[in-house]
């Protein structure tokens, strides 16, 4: 029988039973009777007779199948199994896989995500997937080198996101870190990184702090057209300075308008998941204008679980941007978020001679040393917590709330205009005039 042509295996046909045309050299075709034709080469390794496959026709041609019998008869005559060569093979793919930047990188993530708050884990994710993962995701993570990591910061960098390429840089040393802690690697070569990267100048939310851009703010929210919801939510904001988060998952439960407080659980506190079991609630004293609001909103939202539901659903507050699209809306896009209503507060509030430590209070941040010496000198810090939320430590609060509350007022009134001769009268008086 002559040698096996390309013609003659496109011709083969099925049979009854399995037939096998050889091809020389130990390969051959396997036909099978429901027409599958598979490659097949039979060797001898150790003085034990073997068979491996080589693929199926016609994904495999003729040549091609020659082609990987030669290469498994050279490994044979280097003292190789093709068999256990293709095994291992096998293993180490499967262990690259598993042991992937992208695959080590989102154990980590699963591992820590339960300690965060959902922003923050939603930010951490979407910046690996968008940043990382595209260009390295697929690689070893021991393959994986410092410059790999740096040309992907620096796309980052390009694009004007400086602030973002730092956070992902410390994302990247921290998997790290886990990764040889649990095996997957050896070297920190994010850590290498550090210092590489221009410097991030830290920029505030945008906020106003002029007093008459501040008055034009007020009169706009007066006159806001939009949702009867969003219109209170934006003339409440302004009185209350919470987080965004923490005014858009507001319940009525949590307000004591009698007491005029309201006490938000610590839940929804901008802190790690791990601290918040045993955190204390940040109360916010209403000053009577917010009160007001919230009595004049409670008839249309009452019946619902949130102070502000969504549109589409009661039983969902109300979108995070919501209040962000309607200052937009009002003409102040690029000038203030939501966000910066917080900074708008603390600013004016420490320039009109507030306690900077009790702005600092109300704002639920960390206090400094200076308010704990007073309280408590060198007592135990465990105490800290409680001494802060005893009533009579709301009192200057109250007063500085309320402070805030006639202060927005007062700017929210337009400047009367000056009349001529008035002008005139005053120019005289400072010398300006003619005699």
Same mark, same amino acid.
């Given at each position: 029988?002559?040698?096996?042509?390309?013609?003659?295996?496109?011709?083969?046909?099925?049979?009854?039973?399995?037939?096998?045309?050889?091809?020389?050299?130990?390969?051959?075709? %396997?036909?099978?009777?429901?027409?599958? &034709?598979?490659? &097949?080469?039979?060797?001898?390794?150790?003085?034990?007779?073997?068979?491996?496959?080589?693929?199926?026709?016609?994904?495999?041609?003729?040549?091609?199948?020659?082609?990987?019998?030669?290469?498994?008869?050279?490994?044979?005559?280097?003292?190789?199994?093709?068999?256990?060569? &293709?095994?291992?093979?096998?293993?180490?793919?499967?262990?690259?896989?598993?042991?992937?930047?992208?695959?080590?990188?989102?154990?980590?993530?699963?591992?820590?995500?339960?300690?965060?708050?959902?922003?923050?884990?939603?930010?951490?994710? =979407?910046?690996?997937?968008?940043?990382?993962?595209?260009?390295?995701?697929?690689?070893?993570?021991?393959?994986?080198?410092?410059?790999?990591?740096?040309?992907?910061?620096?796309?980052?960098?390009?694009?004007?996101?400086?602030?973002?390429?730092?956070?992902?840089?410390?994302?990247?040393?921290?998997?790290?870190?886990?990764?040889?802690?649990?095996?997957?690697?050896?070297?920190?070569?994010?850590?290498?990184?550090?210092?590489?990267?221009?410097?991030?100048?830290? %920029?505030?939310?945008?906020?106003?702090?002029?007093?008459?851009?501040?008055?034009?703010?007020?009169?706009?929210?007066?006159?806001?057209?939009?949702?009867?919801?969003? =219109?209170?939510?934006?003339?409440?904001?302004?009185?209350?300075?919470?987080?965004?988060?923490?005014?858009?998952?507001?319940?009525?439960?949590?307000?004591?308008?009698?007491?005029?407080?309201?006490?938000?659980?610590?839940?929804?506190?901008?802190? =790690?998941?791990?601290?918040?079991?045993?955190?204390?609630?940040?109360?916010?004293?209403?000053?009577?204008?917010?009160?007001?609001?919230?009595?004049?909103?409670?008839?249309?939202?009452?019946?619902?679980?949130?102070?502000?539901?969504?549109?589409?659903?009661?039983?969902?507050?109300?979108?995070?941007?919501?209040?962000?699209?309607?200052?937009?809306?009002?003409?102040?896009?690029?000038?203030?978020?939501?966000?910066?209503?917080?900074?708008?507060?603390?600013?004016?509030?420490?320039?009109?001679?507030?306690?900077?430590?009790?702005?600092?209070?109300?704002?639920?941040?960390?206090?400094?040393?200076?308010?704990?010496?007073?309280?408590?000198?060198?007592?135990?810090?465990? &105490?800290?917590?409680?001494?802060?939320?005893?009533?009579?430590?709301?009192?200057?609060?109250?007063?500085?709330? %309320?402070?805030?509350?006639?202060?927005?007022?007062?700017?929210?009134?337009?400047?009367?205009?000056?009349?001529?001769?008035?002008?005139?009268?005053?120019?005289?008086?400072?010398?300006?005039? %003619?005699?």
């Amino acid at each position: 029988m002559g040698e096996l042509t390309a013609v003659a295996v496109r011709n083969a046909r099925p049979r009854e039973k399995m037939y096998r045309l050889a091809a020389g050299k130990g390969l051959f075709l %396997q036909v099978m009777p429901n027409g599958a &034709r598979y490659w &097949r080469l039979k060797y001898r390794f150790a003085g034990k007779p073997l068979m491996i496959s080589l693929g199926v026709f016609p994904e495999v041609s003729l040549a091609e199948a020659r082609e990987a019998r030669d290469e498994a008869r050279k490994l044979r005559a280097s003292g190789i199994d093709p068999s256990m060569k &293709r095994r291992v093979d096998k293993l180490q793919l499967e262990c690259a896989v598993e042991n992937s930047f992208e695959a080590v990188s989102r154990a980590w993530y699963a591992e820590m995500e339960p300690q965060w708050v959902e922003s923050y884990a939603r930010g951490v994710r =979407r910046r690996l997937e968008i940043n990382i993962y595209p260009w390295l995701g697929k690689l070893p993570i021991v393959d994986v080198t410092s410059g790999m990591i740096l040309v992907c910061l620096r796309r980052i960098v390009e694009r004007g996101a400086v602030e973002t390429a730092h956070r992902t840089l410390n994302y990247l040393v921290e998997i790290y870190r886990w990764a040889i802690r649990h095996n997957n690697a050896t070297r920190n070569v994010a850590a290498d990184l550090i210092g590489a990267l221009p410097v991030s100048v830290g %920029q505030n939310f945008p906020t106003l702090t002029d007093p008459d851009r501040i008055g034009e703010l007020l009169r706009a929210i007066d006159g806001y057209a939009g949702s009867y919801i969003t =219109r209170y939510a934006l003339k409440i904001a302004p009185l209350v300075f919470t987080r965004p988060g923490e005014m858009r998952k507001a319940m009525w439960t949590e307000f004591d308008l009698d007491e005029a407080v309201w006490t938000i659980p610590a839940v929804n506190l901008k802190m =790690r998941k791990a601290l918040k079991a045993t955190a204390d609630p940040h109360l916010v004293p209403l000053s009577r204008q917010a009160v007001a609001l919230l009595r004049e909103l409670q008839p249309l939202t009452g019946s619902s679980l949130f102070v502000f539901p969504g549109e589409r659903s009661i039983k969902r507050p109300m979108s995070d941007g919501t209040i962000n699209a309607a200052l937009c809306r009002m003409g102040f896009k690029g000038e203030l978020v939501h966000h910066g209503l917080r900074h708008m507060a603390s600013t004016a509030l420490n320039e009109l001679g507030w306690d900077e430590d009790e702005v600092e209070l109300q704002l639920s941040h960390k206090v400094k040393r200076s308010i704990i010496d007073r309280q408590l000198g060198n007592q135990d810090k465990n &105490r800290i917590r409680a001494i802060y939320n005893k009533a009579k430590y709301l009192d200057g609060r109250r007063r500085m709330m %309320q402070a805030w509350a006639d202060y927005l007022d007062g700017l929210r009134e337009p400047k009367p205009a000056v009349p001529m001769s008035a002008a005139k009268r005053s120019a005289r008086a400072g010398g300006g005039g %003619q005699g």
